[in-house]
């Protein structure tokens, strides 16, 4: 059950970010700090990833663990309330996501994905996000 009233359950969910959160400031302020620039958000491309790198044809994006449903991750737990809602929307953002991966590499985009979760090692997830830059094989 809810521990929250439904207006108050309302205004805090009202305040989830779709976009500029705090793991994607933090990815892109080390990035940018690295000589890196980017595309924000960029609506001509499937997904509209987070960060795009047009010259390079590489795309990232900065999952939450819980919105995306990060497979093995202890923050991506389904709510114990309300499953008949919860369970078809995070199910409905995890296809969306393999949909727009699948539609992007079509294109020729290579594409990374990054968790919420590894941002507990930014140095080395930094290291490997420019690894993935540099890659001109595009593997993720």
Known sequence: ???LSPAQRSERMSRVRGRDTKPELLIRKALHARGHRYRLHDNKLPGRPDLSFPGRKKALFVHGCFWHMHEGCALARMPKSRLEFWRPKL?????RDALKLEQLRALGWDVMVVWECELRELDELVTRIEAFLNDDKGTT
């Open 1 to 3: 059950m809810d521990t």
């Open 91 to 95: 199910e409905g953002n995890r296809v």
